[in-house]
């Protein structure tokens, strides 16, 4: 089965600097999805970024970027010129690319902005 | 916006109550997903449709949980016999066409006493 795991329950960033959220995951596959979703409080969670594991290249998506180590099984968001509504819960989540599209989730960071 | 509701958004029940959640995709999500997050965790998955089928369910889907999706448009989560250990975050998502996003509602808190 596989798993994710986030190892910073908590982080906090000054706007406008850069932070990185950390992700590990572990499965036997080798073709799958990662992804960053965003829960900001009482509102939906949403995609911020994500990568195909064939894919060697990096995604970014605006300020947000992933640093995606196949072999280390490791997989972080940076996020760059951080801003007030960038502040939520992060999770981390994993998808095999077999099969149906059920998710594997981390235990989320809470990302912090202090003004 | 996503474009999936769901509703309640919050909902307080006794113990031994049975509770009916609901969730409405917009109409190009032909699959939809359950998931239960409760506190200081990631959404679990729980079941999932492809259109009006049900496809799969976890273990964590005891006998006291049904979920119908008729039509292939609305889908429903029924608690039988509400315990403490059911009080959690109940999200629902959808993907549309071949897409790899999921589209989720803003969830249904469950609280039971």
């Known amino acids: 089965a596989q798993t994710v795991t986030q190892s910073q329950p908590e982080m906090s960033v000054q706007e406008a600097e850069t932070v990185t959220l950390s992700c590990t995951y572990d499965?036997?596959?080798?073709?799958?999805?990662l992804f960053w979703y965003k829960q900001p409080p009482s509102r939906q969670m949403i995609l911020v970024i994500r990568q195909e594991a064939y894919k060697q290249q990096n995604a970014t998506e605006n300020r947000f970027s992933v640093n995606f180590q196949k072999a280390a099984k490791s997989f972080s968001l940076k996020i760059s010129d951080s801003q007030l509504g960038d502040a939520a819960m992060y999770f981390c989540?994993?998808?095999?690319?077999?099969?149906?599209?059920?998710?594997?989730f981390g235990t989320g960071t809470r990302l912090t902005i202090i003004p | 916006d996503t474009g999936v509701s769901q509703d309640p958004r919050h909902k307080i029940t006794k113990r031994g109550q049975n509770v009916t959640f609901r969730c409405d995709p917009i109409s190009e999500h032909n699959r939809l997903y359950w998931y239960r997050q409760t506190l200081g965790q990631g959404p679990e998955f729980l079941t999932y449709?492809?259109?009006?089928?049900?496809?799969?369910k976890s273990r964590l889907l005891s006998d006291r949980f049904s979920a119908e999706r008729p039509k292939g448009s609305f889908s429903t989560l029924e608690i039988q016999r509400t315990e403490q250990g059911d009080s959690a975050m109940y999200l629902c998502?959808?993907?549309?066409?071949?897409?790899?996003?999921?589209?989720f509602g803003q969830g249904t808190r469950l609280t039971v006493v």
């Open positions: 499965t036997s596959e080798s073709d799958y999805y």
């Open positions: 998502a959808g993907y549309r066409g071949s897409g790899t996003e999921a589209f």
């Open positions: 449709f492809q259109n009006e089928a049900q496809l799969e």
């Open positions: 989540a994993y998808r095999g690319n077999f099969g149906n599209e059920k998710l594997t």
